[in-house]
T-cell receptor, first 114, second 111 residues
Framework: GAGVSQSPRYKVAKRGQDVALRCDPISGHVSLFWYQQALGQGPEFLTYFQNEAQLDKSGLPSDRFFAERPEGSVSTLKIQRTQQEDSAVYLC????????????FGPGTRLTVL | GQNIDQPTEMTATEGAIVQINCTYQTSGFNGLFWYQQHAGEAPTFLSYNVLDGLEEKGRFSSFLSRSKGYSYLLLKELQMKDSASYLCAVRRGSTLGRLYFGRGTQLTVWP
């Protein structure tokens, strides 16, 4: 597709469930970022991939959060044993290179943990 | 955090001009970005400044003063569709392209 796509767009999970969020970046984009956006806040960085290498995971809030990009294209953000505070919109962004002046964002996955 | 501060809300009328300010404190500054985000949608890129001065792009302009840690986004000839959240973000040279966002300014344009 022409843009970054994410699935599912909405996810409702019961507390304690595991969830997996998918991001399809723009074809050929080397850099991929995950951000978390709470209601009424700006996006907060979670992690960064350059191709398949996870170069920065300093923003992951706990060891329940795990991300991968095994073939340097599609990425998955996994959250284990979800908690209510994990409820947020999870945004994926990609760019041709990390120094690119524009990151292209996907529509996000809205996660609600009950 | 990077202490990025912007007003929470602003209102304006159609056809008017509005200026959204952003101040920041960061080390290793490597660029300031403005994004527009409509409710429930992805942020979309508006502008990028790395040198002092004004960058103009159609109805939107962005200004940067690095010495003051200050930027503004200027929107002219406001339209109803400009009602959105405007996110200010900075990039640092040491952190591989990640962006540090402010909380966003919710702009409402009235007819």
């Amino acid at each position: 597709g022409a843009g970054v796509s994410q699935s599912p767009r909405y996810k409702v999970a019961k507390r304690g469930q595991d969830v997996a969020l998918r991001c399809d970046p723009i074809s050929g984009h080397v850099s991929l970022f995950w951000y978390q956006q709470a209601l009424g806040q700006g996006p907060e960085f979670l992690t960064y991939f350059q191709n398949e290498a996870q170069l920065d995971k300093s923003g992951l809030p706990s060891d329940r959060f795990f991300a991968e990009r095994p073939e340097g294209s599609v990425s998955t953000l996994k959250i284990q044993r979800t908690q209510q505070e994990d409820s947020a919109v999870y945004l994926c962004a990609s760019s041709l290179a990390n120094r690119d002046n524009e990151q292209f964002f996907g529509p996000g996955t809205r996660l609600t943990v009950l | 955090g990077q202490n990025i501060d912007q007003p929470t809300e602003m209102t304006a009328t159609e056809g008017a001009i509005v200026q959204i300010n952003c101040t920041y404190q960061t080390s290793g500054f490597n660029g300031l970005f403005w994004y527009q985000q409509h409710a429930g949608e992805a942020p979309t890129f508006l502008s990028y400044n790395v040198l002092d001065g004004l960058e103009e792009k159609g109805r939107f302009s962005s200004f940067l003063s690095r010495s003051k840690g200050y930027s503004y986004l200027l929107l002219k000839e406001l339209q109803m569709k400009d009602s959105a959240s405007y996110l200010c973000a900075v990039r640092r040279g040491s952190t591989l392209g990640r962006l540090y966002f402010g909380r966003g300014t919710q702009l409402t344009v009235w007819p």
